[in-house]
């Protein structure tokens, strides 16, 4: 069987030294190999809706009206559903302040 590994890959932050920009810079991947089979997992998830966890954070639409509780439910199944998944996830996590402002050696650093 061909060996076949999936990788995800995305990231949190603003990228640039602008003003008011975030204060860090996170980059996140998700490795699935693709011989561990994930289908059972994602037929449970089958006709939900698909959201980012930001809106939920953030309580923007369609959340603005949920509760504390009722948000703290949605985002604790889909992390429940998350740790049930065979994947491994890293996460890189810059704090830009400590670049200077320097783009060329934040870009270096990420590589």
Known sequence: ??????IFIDESGDFGFIKDASKYYLIT?????????????IEKIKGKPVFHAGPIIRREPPFQDSTIEERKKIFQSIFLFAMSLPIKCKTFQFIKKEYNNDILKFERKMT
Do not use: A, T
């Open 29 to 41: 991947m998700v490795f699935h190999d693709q011989k561990l089979n994930i289908s059972s997992n």
């Open 1 to 6: 069987m061909e060996k076949i590994l999936s």
